[in-house]
């Protein structure tokens, strides 16, 4: 009876989980390839824009007179590119769409530094020297800390870290799979957080910015522009990780049965830091200091020669406004110290080759946002996006919606979305369009809106097959249980997304609404038209 009853629960919940799997694989394969979504969006607005015109689509502009972009009656009316003006525009913009879209160079040019740390090895012996090192009472929280931190080096936490994390805890004695959902909630579920400006932080303040400039042409958004609150969300999240795998994960997965594993378990050892690789991050953190200090030496003094030269302040200054070359300088620089130290790099050709790779795995990345480039800049120019906007606040402002609560639907809807589109550039090239200027008419800063997406768009990464790595998560996890299933993984990982999303809109809600503290250097919390 008893294990009558052990085998069926088990099949239940496989059972409800794998229906709701059946539904997102079912929404999520309704959508084509993003560039095609792109295309098909940019014709789509197009074709919109035309029976939007003939039928006089139009909207009254809330900015004041004088504000610039708004017309001398202040009607908003659409703009048809289908016509002869309108092709020709297209025509005529197409390649420079393309080459002045804010998240094409910021992103090559931060990737191109963190490219020579990542390929010299020093991401992967300064991650696995905190893991390997943390006492076993720290070692949870350090995983997922770790996670979360890998997240400047693309892939590195998927490929290195979460394996080792489940080599980890099976060597202490616990489960692996603990310890591999530990490792996959800090490195997908916390993507967003972290305590380095990473690639993800240009490539969504590009597209932030490019939707604010369909409500106020001369705003800009950098790559910091999130950077307190991501910050403080990188320990929130290590904590909340660390506690679920503690309280509920590993206690629900009970002892480990090592007849369950697929693979030969004595194999799994793991290296230590050699001593040349600690050699080398000596020498790395040294330069990282140093690096830092004449940094500081420009922005910290009333005299800095980084600071803004009309104001004197930092807000505005050319550190803010190039801060991705020095994303590129904290990240090269190091990156070929520790490897000339650890003898992964010689010299300048090896660094070039490290460039030239990372450049080289970014074709359908180029590719992408060619059409999301189009896309975004027909969208401004027929006036839909502020149209969309004007109407959509009116309607949020009738309801008498605003606030937390706006900001939760906002983040669960994001959530919804990510779980059918997994790419976050892509997710956000569509809806920041919408959302930053109809939030910017109710008077939320863009940093704000994108700071609330970016926690939707992470906190639901860890169940949806949607994911790009989510193959890779499964075929580790089949390695110490044979049968592993996908409904199996998802099950495992939905504390992890439920105890997040509470966690982080919580924090978000009491940083905003509650302590008004900016959620990055010089970013505002809301926004008006008279600046």
Known sequence: MAGSQQSDTPTEKRGWFTRFLDTVEWLGNLLPHPVTLFALFALAVILGSGVAAFFELSAIDPRPEGAAGRAPDGVITVVSLLSVDGLQRIVSNLVTNFTNFPPLGVVLVAL???????????????????????????????????????NTASELGYVVLIPMAAAIFYSLGRHPLAGLAAAFAGVSGG???????????????????????LIDPDYTVGPEANYFFMVVSTFVIAILGAIVTEKIVEPKLGKYDR????????????????????????????????????????????????????????????????????????????????????????????????????????????????????????????????IFAVKGATFLQEMGLTGPLLFILFIAMCGFVNLMLGSASAQWAITAPIFVPMLMIIGYSPEVVQAAYRIGDSVTNLITPMM??????????????????????????????????????????????????????????????EG
Not at 112 to 127: F, K, T
Not at 202 to 213: D, Q, S, W
Not at 477 to 497: E, F, Q, V
């Open 191 to 213: 993507y967003s957080a972290n305590l380095l400006i990473g690639t993800i932080d240009p490539l969504l303040a590009g597209f932030t910015e490019a939707a604010a400039h």
């Open 112 to 150: 191109l530094g963190v490219s020579v740390a990542e390929h010299s090895g020093l991401i992967s012996a300064a991650m696995r020297g905190m893991v390997m090192n943390a006492s076993p009472r720290m070692v949870t929280v350090t995983i997922v800390f770790a996670g979360i931190v890998s």
């Open 259 to 386: 007849s369950e594993a697929s693979i030969d378990l004595e194999s799994q050892g793991l290296e230590s830091l050699r001593p040349e690789e600690k050699r080398g991050l000596i020498g790395a953190g040294l330069a990282l200091a140093a690096l830092l200090g004449l940094l500081a030496l420009t922005v910290v003094p009333e005299n800095g020669i980084l600071r803004n030269p009309d104001t004197g302040g930092v807000l505005g200054s050319p550190f803010l406004r190039g801060i991705v070359v020095y994303i590129f300088i904290t990240f090269a620089i190091p990156g070929f110290i520790y490897g000339r130290i650890a003898g992964t790099m010689k010299n300048d050709k090896d660094v070039i080759n490290a460039m030239s790779k990372s450049i080289g795995s970014m074709g359908l990345y180029i590719v992408l946002v060619f059409f999301a480039a189009q896309f975004v800049a027909f969208f401004g120019w027929t006036n839909l996006g502020t």
């Open 468 to 529: 790009s790595y989510f193959g890779l998560i499964l075929a580790v996890a089949a390695r110490y249980k044979k049968d592993m299933g996908i409904g199996t993984l998802i099950a495992t990982m939905l504390p992890y997304t439920m105890v997040f999303f509470i966690g982080w809109v919580t924090l978000f809600c009491l940083w905003v609404f509650v302590l008004g503290l900016p959620v990055g250097p010089g970013s505002p919390t809301y926004y008006s038209f």
